[in-house]
């Protein structure tokens, strides 16, 4: 394994001033830093993003600063509420404005939900999936005030789930990135072959 920190983009895809997701991605951000990671959050509350437009978004003030935080990433921890069964405007907005930037990459999910969240995760693993990124086999979804309340986590069982999440975030992301900069520095055939003079 290289000696090199794993670097995490954590992303809290909720606008809402009390949010739940916000309360969530924090935790999981606070337990990887504490086990080594090198841990960037990106909170569209803080920082907004303006929407997508794909003549435009590239040339934007701050875009270039935030492509370069998404290059960076080793990881990234994608955070949002269920809306309608779909993932939040912010979070779709952040996901459209990259893709190359994603390839060979760890993703990992977590969705506030009263509907337990699989539809919002299968969007998300389709996301990675169509940008040639790598997910977690799992996502972890929770309540507003039954798993998490006042900004707090209140249920055992996901405190345990998310440890485990930044348990396989260090593992399977450092592994994931050991090969992905093998690959990208290499000759051998691949899927990342196509960025390598992109990214090298």
Same mark, same amino acid.
């Given at each position: 394994? +290289?000696?090199?920190?794993?670097?995490?983009?954590? *992303?809290?895809?909720? /606008? =809402?001033?009390?949010? #739940?997701?916000?309360?969530?991605?924090?935790?999981?951000?606070?337990?990887?830093?504490?086990?080594?990671?090198?841990?960037? *959050?990106?909170?569209?509350?803080?920082?907004?993003?303006? /929407? &997508?437009?794909? @003549? %435009?978004?590239? @040339?934007?003030?701050? $875009?270039?600063?935030?492509?370069?935080?998404?290059?960076?990433?080793?990881? #990234?921890?994608?955070?949002?509420?269920? &809306?309608?069964? +779909?993932?939040?405007?912010?979070?779709? =907005?952040?996901?459209?404005?990259?893709?190359? !930037?994603?390839?060979?990459?760890?993703?990992?999910?977590?969705?506030?939900?009263? !509907?337990?969240? /699989?539809? *919002?995760? @299968?969007?998300?693993?389709?996301?990675?999936?169509?940008? &040639?990124?790598?997910?977690?086999? $799992?996502?972890? +979804?929770? %309540?507003? !005030?039954?798993? #998490?309340?006042?900004?707090?986590?209140? =249920?055992?069982?996901?405190?345990?789930?998310?440890?485990?999440?930044?348990?396989?975030?260090?593992? &399977?992301?450092?592994?994931? +990135?050991?090969?992905?900069?093998?690959?990208?520095?290499?000759? @051998?055939?691949?899927?990342?072959?196509?960025?390598?003079?992109? !990214? %090298?």
């Amino acid at each position: 394994m +290289s000696d090199e920190p794993l670097h995490v983009l954590a *992303v809290v895809g909720s /606008l =809402n001033r009390e949010s #739940v997701t916000r309360a969530v991605v924090h935790h999981v951000a606070d337990g990887l830093r504490a086990s080594g990671c090198v841990v960037d *959050v990106l909170d569209f509350k803080k920082e907004p993003l303006a /929407l &997508y437009d794909p @003549d %435009t978004a590239h @040339d934007l003030p701050g $875009y270039a600063q935030l492509k370069t935080r998404v290059e960076r990433a080793d990881v #990234v921890v994608l955070g949002t509420p269920d &809306y309608h069964g +779909s993932v939040s405007g912010a979070m779709k =907005n952040f996901l459209d404005h990259f893709w190359r !930037e994603f390839a060979g990459k760890l993703f990992a999910t977590i969705v506030a939900s009263h !509907e337990k969240g /699989l539809t *919002v995760t @299968d969007q998300l693993r389709t996301v990675a999936r169509q940008c &040639y990124a790598w997910t977690l086999p $799992y996502g972890v +979804s929770f %309540t507003e !005030e039954i798993d #998490v309340k006042e900004g707090q986590i209140i =249920n055992d069982v996901l405190r345990d789930r998310l440890e485990m999440m930044i348990r396989d975030i260090r593992v &399977y992301g450092g592994v994931l +990135s050991q090969q992905r900069r093998a690959d990208l520095a290499g000759k @051998d055939p691949g899927f990342l072959e196509r960025h390598r003079e992109s !990214e %090298t």
